[in-house]
């Protein structure tokens, strides 16, 4: 069965780091492409970034453009999210998700904060 377990989150001040990982199995990881989302509190999942299945092209909603970097690994079944320059409008629980499946992981929790 499809599982994507996500990892690497925590809390973390205005203008710090983290990187953000989705281990997937129970598909062939390296024929679809990926994404990570994201959930606020009380607010709707959006989209943050899209990698294509070869890694070769990536897209980046606005307000992370500049700030995140999308990146997979296919020989470990891995996509990351490299987030930089946080900021508090961040906080959110990260998801990943294989492009045309409708499979979710746990989500991991994303905390900017002071």
């Known amino acids: 069965q499809v599982q994507l377990v996500e990892s690497g989150g925590g809390l973390v001040q205005p203008g710090g780091s983290l990187r953000l990982s989705c281990a997937a199995s129970g598909f062939t990881f390296s024929r679809y492409g990926m994404s990570w989302y994201r959930q606020a509190p009380g607010k709707e999942r959006e989209l943050v970034a899209t990698i294509t299945s070869t890694g070769d092209s990536t897209s980046y909603a606005d307000s992370v453009k500049g700030r995140f970097t999308i990146s997979r690994d296919n020989a470990k079944n891995t996509v990351y999210l490299q987030m930089n320059s946080l900021k508090p409008e961040d906080t959110a629980v990260y998801y990943c998700?294989?492009?045309?499946?409708?499979?979710w992981g746990q989500g991991t929790q994303v905390t900017v904060s002071s």
């Open positions: 998700n294989p492009s045309r499946l409708p499979y």
